[in-house]
């Protein structure tokens, strides 16, 4: 038995100010590419079964565009008459009951089975049963949802369990809503032949479980994600377990240092090669204030004219282990601007000023929270 492990898709997922020669911004063209991909590769490998451990949309309202994408997609693989199971992830999942889940969308389809209702639910076939444990808001549920898996594992049949969770505190994503799945009910995956997850977006093996595995995503939601390997997991159970990585072609990051210590050499020095549409991170470090001003962004970008986009994050003398400058993008705009005042403030003056940049900063916040 074969089964091709995707998670993470995140369609609808866009960043970066370019749009494509369609008018569709770039990266979550990406994104639709991605996909395509993997469904090219089911296409090909023909699977007994497809799972998707979550986060199919970027959104719990995804747009029309993300929502028409999946539809045709999803028609693609119904068509192939191999039964995919899917649950919803946290981004999928209304925050408040008032919604109506994006997921019921499939649920017309003859074999897309969908579990997005916060509880668990399993889907029996002849010779495997899923064990379907999709994002719950509410954790205080997820016990006896896990108890109910428990209690459903047929043991004439081969038993495998799906989430959308980190499993110990290693696979947080800093998101709202995370799901921690319990350390007590772990001993419960050695009942099981496989365990697919979804929610951390490197593929991998969990810990010590030999049968606990991430697809990842198939495509990078932040620039802070450096895997420059994205792809599917292609489960066969046999005698045996055995889990094979398939890679899908992406978009490159690239990261490059300059020591502003000796801006010139530097420069000269760097060695930049196969930047070509690719994702530039430039790291320029050992800045002293008044290079900052000197050193202008449109010239750092020249030195990058074939990538798609260059990310620029300037890194001050001194400030490299403080948690302040260091990690202009991990900080918010208002962190970043109150640490700034801080510096060059008196105390008193500081706390002055503090409050009147924390009202103006909380009169934007609303509309460009991007973590819905
Ligand atoms: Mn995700």
Redesign the pocket.
Known sequence: MRLLHFS?T?LGFNDLEVLNAQNINQREADFYDAFEQVVAQIEALRPDFILHT??LFHRSSPSNRAITFALEQFKIIDSLGIPCVMIA?N?STPRTNLSSPILKIFENFKNIHVEYSQAYEKFAFEEVVFHALPHMNDETKALSQIERCEQNIDPTKRNIMMLHCSVGAHYL?AEFGEWVYPREKEALFAQMDYVAL??W?GFGKVGKHENVYYAG?TER?SLNDKRNSKGFALVELGEALHVEYHEIAIRPIKTYEIDCEDFESAVAALHVKDVKDALVEVKLTNLTALQSIDIQTRDIKNLFEEALHVNIKREFKGTSNDTGLGDIEALSLEAYFLEHIKEESKPEEFERLKGKIQALFGAYEEASDDTL
């Open positions: 993470d995140h979550g986060d992830g981004h994503m979804g929610h977006h995503s939601t």
